[in-house]
């Protein structure tokens, strides 16, 4: 786990945190960090603790153990109005019997704004959100995507110290969930207030996001940036959820600081990258991303071919589905330029041999 | 869209600061045990018993000669009648109340307050004078009477002390109870929804049965168990305009503890139309969400 | 197996200071002072019986006393008074409940229900050297109502529209009877088990107070044959319909046709030939009311003419006191309708208690009729 | 289709409406009607309001009325609140049992309750009297609070007071701007409903009055015993004309103090309930 090292104070730090309900284990023995201005999201699939970790950071639930520290204060046990976030839920929870405006300035009127502040503040925020004109509307009369927005807006105007988003994006359709990724993206560089995006969709959060947190069964898998997660994946966990990964199972013969030669299954010796550590003899899975996986209709000259079973056309990219005798299915990704290989047809296939990575089985 | 995670449980933590929230339960638990399910509990023993008839002393005991009582063709009759004009009365009531309550849900704002006010006012004055009322209204040389002569129909419009003066009255007295919830629930349809539908090509009779009913069945089943289960035990408006000529199985029942004092007998009345009853509303329940679906 | 269990407990004084307290949540001021004057004046009255003194709770129809009475009393004796509770009780049910229930010291109460009672053991007899004046009522009352003061009475007649049946004369039941099916949907009877099924027995020759099932039940057969024609049973605004004729005959009572012939003096009342029946009511001490010298003190007051005259006058009752009749307003006391005559009561039979099985006989049969 | 001007609908909607208020119509003639019994027009007279006006048993029984009416409405919002409050955590089996006690309490025929509760009262040495008939009003008029708060309750985001949490508000804050006020179009109308049906409630009242004033509904029921005269039409209307008043002056005071108070962009009453 890699705990970044600097200078400033974080603007969310979770030392040791770990939460638990009964018997279940939602949380285990998390640290991380999030600085001040970073466009963060935690991912992982349903029940993953990503939720749970939110919300102890917006104070809805205790940490069983460890420490949440916002800003560089303590807020372990600080009841949720007492912090200085503010959450975006996935239901929106807006207030159904204020209208817009009310709904807006309900946190500074909490806070004993004085009037004129609230009405420039809630004035702003709603220009912010692009609802100018929609202020005495009530939140049944708007659309989903007016609503999102009155609900960022009403978090947003209090000018927390981070804004915690809970799936804000889960209940629109595609092509508004696109559009919100792009506004929501202007409006954390526009406002640099810290957000906290929580997501079951890792290409929403790879959109938007500076780093990323994988999550599952509790555990935090790996944090870095999109890049980091997507190409050098910590666990098979990550390989996987991240995207499609094509495996190949393998020892360490031999290497250190970072790459190694494995002797794969039914391919032979490869150099491959990977983190520091593997000792000599240990099982490990190779990981080519399909992009990095060229299918050549060409002999083979290294002895890894496959038979072409079929392939779709996606725009800007043709996911070719392959079958390579001894190592199962395989999926091989090209722009979408070329012409298409028969099904049926013979292919070799080639990575380069910066484009794979190396993680250590048996995890 | 994928449905929303299930995350672990959320936290329970007292719902109000430091109370408990079985303390929210309390005035609930005080209210429904100490003041219906004990005396309840009360009736349902008292059903099996039997009673003295000079002094009306209640003996208990485990006799089921009250339930044999009841399945006397007499009493049966009666029942059926009561089932069927209650019914009847429901259903058309829930006909008009769901016509009234759509025309009220597409007026503008004010008018809809207006016409809601129009609807309850009536009904903050006595509910025996006005029954008495409908005796004036329908009588034999009544207002309704001459004007159905003035304006030429032949014959009496002699309704008074009829089945149906007993059915216009429960009609008059519980249409507000059904125009109320209907109402509620038309008036959750956000507008958009006609034009969204006739922008997709629908019929304004399809229109309202794929917009309009599906959003009114909610208010149609509070309404219709609104006024269905009271019209059933209904004893003061067929008493007052049934001119004691029809009996009811709400006036049976009343008989029983208001007038000879059999309370076993009235006892097992009452346990046994609470469980047809119960059964009823049980299956309307179940019925419901196949009917949403729809 | 069965256990006898009574319905109601005897009050304690301990219970009612229990039930002060529960009182005293605060929503139920009148009640508690009830409940505190009832059971706080107690030993007073008991302890020394020359001094009249305590509030006496009266179960009565609302409005049934004289304008003046209450005032009346309270001026002559300055410690007690009455305080009349309204009920619109009318079955024998809920009176004996009244009876049992230990709200009341005494209650308007008839025949019938008294004489339940009184078999229920739930009242206290009258000590009658207290109330002397009971002699100024007619002896035929006082029999009839030996638990305590009568006050009213009611004939069950018939009253109808001469015009609205071809000139017909109607001496008794009979033609009554007669005339329904020709006249359909324009005759009303009294909705009240006693008053229809004992006007019924006089039309068949029996006593209004049968209980003989096979009379009961050619009681039945004559009031079902006939339904079909009723325009309706009604208990209130019985004869109404005369005035503006929608009703031609109607089964009534007497004080009922002597108001509606001042609206219509086509209206003609009938004492049938073959016998009334009627209800006879007055006042009855409830079984160990600690007020028993109030209330006798009462009914001794309201037994002088003057009194009494008051009630009659504004309750427009028939009446029972002879000596009371120069006092009594001139359209009640030359009323032939309402005035006692030898010859009228000759031919009245009161209602009496008809025992637990009469009773359910009767009801049965009642529901019979209703039901068909 | 546009009912408003629908050939059928709109005039059958008119026709439902007069058809509530012909009755209110004949009260209001005959409360002037000189003819006592009720049996057509006799000739015009105030006779019968001054008469209802200066009649005791009425004054004492509306001021009974009133105060066993806004009690059991109070004390059944309580209930149906609170209630609605525990319902809408509470597990799926809980509120099964919850919502068939609630339903229990509505189709039981009034008749058999009062008697129900008339002898417990006197088993357990309970007063009869007003607060006897103002918890026996409460029995049956939580169950519709409860049926209507609650339908209200069901639809409102669970998420909300953790929303305002969030936004700073301490739970007793949460609770009067979030949840108590997303309840009020619901409580105004299930309020409302008790109030009327307490207010007009003959049968539990005459089983449970005991020895106190008879509240008015019972009056008037004592007054139509053996005679209806035009005063009962006087009264009826009278206590229309007061019921309308207090309604009013309850409802612009309500709307009054929502628009001086804090959170004053509410609108209408009947607005919140959209």
Redesign the interface.
């Known amino acids: 786990m890699t705990a970044t090292t600097t200078t400033t104070t974080p603007a969310v730090d979770l030392a040791g945190v770990e939460k638990q309900f009964g018997d279940l284990v939602a949380v285990r023995h998390l640290d991380l960090q999030i600085q001040p201005g970073e466009f963060f999201s935690i991912i992982g699939p349903s029940g993953c603790g990503k939720t749970t970790t939110l919300r102890m950071v917006a104070g809805f639930e205790d940490p069983t153990a460890g420490r949440v520290s916002v800003s560089g204060k303590d807020m372990t046990g600080v009841r949720p109005y007492r912090r200085p976030v503010n959450t975006v839920f996935q239901s929106y929870a807006l207030f159904p019997h204020l209208d817009v405006y009310e709904n807006v300035a309900f946190g500074l009127r909490e806070a004993r704004v004085g009037k004129a502040e609230v009405r420039v503040r809630v004035a702003e925020a709603i220009s912010l959100v692009q609802l100018e004109g929609r202020e005495s509307s009530r939140p049944r009369k708007l659309s989903g995507g007016q609503q999102q927005r009155v609900a960022l807006a009403r978090a947003l105007v209090n000018r927390p110290d981070v804004l915690l988003l809970d799936e804000p994006l889960g209940a629109l359709d595609l092509k508004l969930r696109t559009e919100m990724q792009t506004q929501l993206k202007d409006l954390q560089r526009s406002v640099g207030v810290t957000f906290c995006y929580v997501t079951h969709d890792q290409g929403e959060a790879f959109s938007m996001s500076d780093r990323v947190a994988v999550m599952n069964l509790g555990l935090l898998e790996q944090v870095g940036t999109p890049e980091d997660v997507y190409h050098r994946p910590a666990s098979l966990f990550v390989a996987d959820f991240v995207g499609k990964a094509n495996r190949f199972r393998g020892r360490v013969t031999d290497g250190s600081a970072g790459v190694y030669t494995v002797d794969i299954d039914g391919i032979g010796s490869r150099r491959v990258p990977g983190p520091d550590g593997i000792p000599s003899g240990a099982e490990v899975v190779v990981v080519v991303r399909p992009e990095n996986l060229r299918a050549t209709p060409a002999e083979s000259r290294n002895g890894l071919t496959a038979t072409v079973i079929d392939a779709a056309f996606l725009g800007a990219v043709r996911t070719i589905r392959l079958q390579a005798a001894p190592l199962g299915e395989l999926t091989s990704a090209a722009g979408g330029a070329g012409a298409a290989p028969a099904p049926g047809s013979t292919v070799s296939l080639t990575w380069d041999e910066n484009h794979a990575w190396l993680i250590q089985a048996g995890d | 869209?994928?449905p929303?995670?299930?995350?672990?449980?959320r936290?329970r933590r007292p719902?109000?600061?430091g109370l408990p929230?079985?303390a929210?339960?309390?005035?609930?638990l005080v209210?429904?045990a100490l003041?219906?399910?004990?005396?309840?509990g009360?009736?349902a023993v008292?059903s099996f018993g039997?009673v003295?008839?000079?002094?009306?002393?209640?003996?208990?005991?485990?006799t089921t000669q009250n339930y044999h009582d009841f399945t006397s063709t007499?009493?049966l009759?009666?029942l059926a009648r009561s089932v069927f004009l209650s019914l009847s009365t429901t259903l058309s009531c829930a006909v008009?109340g769901f016509?009234?309550a759509?025309?009220i849900s597409?007026?503008p704002?004010r008018a809809?307050?207006l016409?809601?006010v129009?609807?309850?006012?009536?009904?903050?004055?006595?509910?025996?004078?006005?029954t008495?009322?409908?005796?004036?209204?329908l009588?034999?040389?009544g207002?309704i009477d001459r004007f159905a002569r003035a304006l030429g129909l032949h014959g009496h419009i002699?309704i008074?002390?009829t089945p149906y003066s007993i059915a216009i009255g429960i009609l008059?007295s519980y249409?507000?109870l059904m125009i109320?919830p209907i109402y509620?629930s038309l008036?959750?349809i956000?507008p958009a929804l006609y034009d969204a539908a006739a922008d997709l090509g629908a019929t304004?009779?399809r229109?309202?049965r794929r917009v309009v009913l599906p959003h009114a069945v909610?208010g149609l089943i509070?309404g219709i168990?609104?006024v269905g289960?009271?019209a059933?035990?209904e004893?003061?408006i067929p008493e007052i305009l049934g001119?004691?000529?029809t009996?009811m199985a709400?006036?049976?029942?009343?008989?029983q503890?208001?007038?000879?004092?059999?309370?076993p007998f009235?006892?097992a009345l009452?346990v046994t139309?609470?469980v047809v009853?119960?059964l009823l509303?049980f299956l309307l329940r179940r019925a419901q969400p196949a009917v949403e679906a729809q | 197996m069965t256990e006898h269990d009574a319905l109601i407990d005897p009050l304690t004084r301990g219970a009612l200071l229990k039930k002060a307290g529960a009182g005293a949540l605060g929503l139920s001021a009148a009640s508690l002072l009830a409940a505190c004057g009832s059971s706080g004046s107690s030993s007073s009255s008991a302890g020394s019986s020359n001094v009249i003194a305590g509030q006496a709770i009266l179960s009565n129809y609302p409005g049934w006393m004289g304008k003046h009475n209450l005032a009346a009393f309270h001026q002559k004796y300055p410690q007690a008074s009455i305080k009349m509770i309204s009920n619109a009780t009318s079955s024998s049910a809920e009176v004996v409940l009244q009876f049992k229930s230990r709200q009341y010291d005494f209650l308007l109460s008839d025949t019938t229900d008294s004489g339940q009672a009184h078999a229920a053991d739930l009242i206290t007899p009258l000590d009658w050297s207290k109330v002397p004046n009971i002699q100024n009522i007619s002896e035929k009352f006082r029999k009839a109502y030996p638990w305590g003061l009568p006050t009213d009475y009611g004939k069950v007649g018939i009253a109808y529209r001469p015009d609205l049946v071809g000139n017909a004369t109607i001496t008794s039941w009979h033609d009554l009877w007669e005339l329904i099916p020709r006249y359909s949907g324009q005759t009303v009877f009294i909705d009240l088990e006693r008053d229809c099924m004992g006007s019924t027995c006089k039309y068949l020759g029996f006593s209004s107070n049968t209980t003989d099932p096979g009379e009961m039940s050619k009681v039945q057969d004559a009031i079902v044959r006939v339904k079909p024609d009723l325009k309706a049973f009604l208990n209130t605004n019985v004869g109404a319909g005369l005035i503006n004729g929608s009703t031609a005959m109607a089964m009534d009572w007497d004080y009922d046709v002597a108001l509606l012939q001042q609206k219509n003096d086509k209206i003609k009342w009938v004492l049938p030939d073959e016998g009334v029946h009627a209800y006879l009511e007055g006042f009855t001490a409830v079984k160990n009311t600690s007020k028993i010298a109030v209330i006798q003190a009462f009914l001794n007051f309201l037994a002088t003419p003057p009194q009494y005259a008051d009630f009659v006058n504004t309750t427009g009752t028939a009446y029972m006191m002879p000596t009371a009749t120069p006092l009594i307003e001139k359209s009640i006391s030359k009323n032939p309708i309402l005035v006692p005559t030898p010859a009228v009561l000759a031919k009245t039979e009161f209602d009496k208690y008809l025992g637990a099985d009469g009773t359910t006989l009767w009801s049965n049969t009642w529901t019979a009729i209703k039901a068909a | 289709m546009n009912i408003r001007r629908h050939p059928v609908a709109a005039p059958l909607s008119l026709l439902i409406l007069l058809f509530m208020w012909v009755p209110l119509i004949v009260v209001a003639v005959n409360s002037f009607n000189t003819q006592t019994i009720m049996a057509g027009w006799g000739g015009f007279t105030t006779h019968w309001y001054s008469l209802a006006w200066h009649n005791e048993d009425v004054r004492t029984g509306l001021k009974t009325t009133l105060i066993i009416a806004v009690a059991s409405s109070v004390l059944s919002l309580f209930v149906a609140v609170t209630g609605a409050l525990w319902w809408r955590r509470a597990s799926p089996k809980a509120r099964a049992v919850y919502d068939g006690l609630i339903f229990a309490r509505i189709i039981l025929p009034e008749v058999v309750f009062a008697t129900a509760l008339f002898f417990l009262f006197l088993k357990i040495h309970f007063s009869l009297g007003l607060t006897a008939i103002v918890i026996g009003h409460t029995v049956w008029n939580s169950a519709y609070a409860a049926l209507i708060v609650q339908a209200r309750m069901a639809g409102l985001d669970p998420a909300l007071e953790e929303a305002a949490a969030d936004l700073g508000a301490t739970p007793w804050r949460a609770f009067r701007r979030v949840t108590l006020s997303a309840l009020m179009p619901a409580i105004v109308v299930a309020g409302l409903l008790a109030f009327t049906f307490s207010f007009d409630d003959v049968v539990t009242s005459v089983f449970l009055q005991g020895a106190s004033n008879s509240p008015l509904p019972v009056v008037i029921l004592g007054m139509i015993r053996f005679r209806i005269t035009p005063e009962i039409n006087a009264i009826g209307l009278l206590v229309m004309l007061f019921t309308v008043t207090v309604m009013s002056l309850a409802v612009i005071f309500y709307a009054t103090a929502g628009s001086l108070g804090r959170a004053g962009r509410r609108g209408s009453m009947l607005d919140m309930y959209r």
């Open positions: 869209m994928a929303p995670p299930a995350e672990p449980p936290r719902a109000l600061g929230r079985l929210l339960l309390l005035p609930t209210i429904t003041c219906f399910v004990i005396p309840l009360l009736i008292y039997t003295n008839e000079v002094n009306f002393d209640v003996y208990f005991g485990w007499l009493y009759h009666t008009l016509i009234f759509y025309y597409r007026q704002p809809q307050q016409l809601l129009a609807v309850i006012v009536p009904f903050w004055t006595s509910f025996i004078v006005r008495y009322a409908w005796v004036d209204l009588q034999n040389l207002p002699d008074l002390y008059y249409l507000p109320l509620v008036e959750r956000d304004p009779f229109q309202f909610p509070a168990i609104i289960v009271p059933l035990g004893y003061v001119g004691g000529k009996l709400g006036n049976l029942l009343a008989d503890f208001l007038e000879t004092g059999n309370y009235g006892s009452a139309v609470m009853l119960m509303l």
